[in-house]
């Protein structure tokens, strides 16, 4: 069974994802625990920050564990990957995310078994299909989880992927909100 810990993003002038979510991420890991942050979507001038903020909200939620962060690499992406009990996909570009991820091959085999948190963007890639509120476009992810993603959701919005796969659910992300799925 792998854990997915989805969050619906967060707002530039708000803040930073909050503590239930690395708290989330952290709840099942093993009390030594290896976590990769995977930044393959951030724009370059704010990856400092982003990482810096990441490593300070994995150290402040980790309670009695033992932790040790590493950031991924997209030359040893796979390596990294089984390296890890936590996998952090965090947020950004999305289009950017899909396009280091899908030179992958078995990605779900990859991630099986383990604890995968998906921020924004990385909640759209894990699904089968997203909606990129920027773009004002559909994608497909990575089709790891069986749903349609839509994040940054706001309450009373339509769902603009209602009619397509009709047969998969659509999970509807708020910033700041926190979701878990085990498959």
């Given at each position: ?17 909050e503590d239930p979510f ?33 490593k300070e909200q994995f ?106 796969q009709p047969e998969l ?15």
């Amino acid at each position: 069974m792998t854990k997915f810990v989805l969050h619906g993003g967060f707002n530039k002038e708000r803040g930073f994802i909050e503590d239930p979510f690395f708290q989330e991420m952290l709840k099942d890991a093993p009390a030594a625990a290896k976590v990769l942050l995977v930044y393959f979507a951030e724009r370059e001038e704010m990856l400092e920050l982003r990482i810096t903020q990441a490593k300070e909200q994995f150290y402040k939620n980790k309670g009695l564990r033992d932790l040790e962060v590493r950031v991924a690499s997209a030359d040893s992406f796979l390596e990294d990957c089984a390296w890890a009990d936590v996998i952090f996909l965090a947020g950004g570009r999305t289009t950017k995310l899909m396009e280091a991820l899908v030179k992958y091959q078995d990605l779900a085999e990859v991630f099986s078994g383990k604890i995968i948190g998906g921020d924004s963007a990385g909640a759209n890639a894990l699904g089968h299909l997203f909606y990129s509120k920027s773009s004002k476009e559909i994608g497909e992810g990575l089709r790891i989880i069986p749903l349609k993603v839509v994040v940054h959701y706001s309450d009373g919005s339509p769902n603009p992927l209602t009619d397509v796969q009709p047969e998969l659910e659509t999970l509807f992300l708020r910033e700041y909100e926190t979701v878990v799925k085990e498959y």
